[in-house]
C-alpha cells in the first residue's frame, strides 16, 4: 500500500533552517511528483512546491522562493524540504502529498493529491 | 497567480442538511478544479477532481459543478463525518493554489 512516512516535530529559533523528510513506499518513487503543503495552526492549506523525483525538478511557490528547497534521494525514495531564515509566521504543519494525473470522462487530466504523508509540526520560537 | 476565494468561510448545519459551498477563480479555469475534505487533526482527502468528477470510493452525496470561474460543491445530505473543513484547488498549472477553506459545523 502506498505510504508517505514523515519526519518527527521540529523546535527551531528564528533565523535557523529546518529540513523534513518523507519517505514514500509502496510505489515507484520515480513515476509520481512530490509536492510540499504547510497549514498554520488553525488556518488553510498553501501549497509551497512540487518535486519530480525523476530528474530533480522543481517549482516553487513565489511566497517561498530564494528560502525554500525540495530534493530527493532516489536510492532511498525520499524527499526532502528544506526551509531557511525561519520565522515565527513559518510555525505550521508541514505536508507531502503525491500528485498523480487523473483523466474525467471528456478526457480532462488533472492534477490530484490523491496520498499524503502524517504531517510534521514545525515549531519556531525563541 | 490565479486567487481562489471561497464562500461561505463558515456555515452551521445539521445532520440530513443540503450543503452547498462555492468556489471562484480570479481567471478562468475550465473545469481545473479539486475539492477536498479534511477532518480535525488529518490530511485532507480528495472528493471531486476536474470540476466535477467523483474520486473513487467517495459517496454519492458528494457532487461538484461549474466551470470556467465559479464553482459549487453539494453534499445532498449532511453526514456526521462531514463535520469538517472543505477546499477548493486548481489543478492544472503550478501554483496548485487553494481556497481559504469553509468549515462545516454542527447547528
Given at each position: 500500500q502506498v505510504q508517505l512516512v514523515q519526519s518527527g516535530a521540529e523546535v527551531k529559533k528564528p533565523g535557523a533552517s529546518v529540513m523534513v523528510s518523507c519517505k514514500a513506499s509502496g510505489y515507484t518513487f520515480t513515476n509520481y511528483y512530490i509536492n510540499w503543503v504547510r497549514q498554520a495552526p488553525g488556518q488553510g492549506l498553501e501549497w509551497m512546491g512540487i518535486v519530480n523525483?525523476?530528474?530533480?525538478s522543481t517549482i516553487y511557490a513565489q511566497d517561498f522562493q530564494g528560502r525554500v528547497a525540495m530534493t530527493r534521494d532516489t536510492s532511498t525514495s525520499t524527499v526532502f524540504m528544506e526551509l531557511s531564515r525561519l520565522r515565527s509566521e513559518d510555525t505550521a504543519i508541514y505536508f507531502c502529498a503525491r500528485a498523480r494525473l487523473l483523466f474525467d470522462s471528456s478526457g480532462l487530466g488533472s492534477t490530484v493529491f490523491d496520498f499524503w504523508g502524517q504531517g510534521t509540526m514545525v515549531t519556531v520560537s525563541s | 497567480d490565479i486567487q481562489m476565494t471561497q464562500s461561505p468561510l463558515s456555515l452551521s448545519a445539521s445532520v440530513g442538511d443540503r450543503v452547498t459551498i462555492t468556489c471562484r477563480a480570479?481567471?478562468?479555469?475550465?473545469?481545473n478544479l479539486n475539492w477536498y475534505r479534511q477532518k480535525p487533526g488529518k490530511a485532507p482527502e480528495l472528493l471531486i477532481?476536474?470540476?466535477s468528477s467523483l474520486q473513487?470510493?467517495?459517496?454519492?452525496?458528494f457532487s461538484g459543478s461549474g466551470s470556467g470561474t465559479d464553482f459549487t460543491l453539494t453534499i445532498s445530505s449532511l453526514q456526521p463525518e462531514d463535520f469538517a473543513t472543505y477546499y477548493c484547488q486548481r489543478s492544472n498549472n503550478a501554483p496548485l493554489t487553494f481556497g481559504a477553506g469553509t468549515k462545516v459545523a454542527i447547528k
Open positions: 523525483p525523476s530528474g530533480g | 480570479s481567471q478562468t479555469i475550465s473545469r477532481y476536474a470540476a473513487s470510493g467517495v459517496p454519492s452525496r
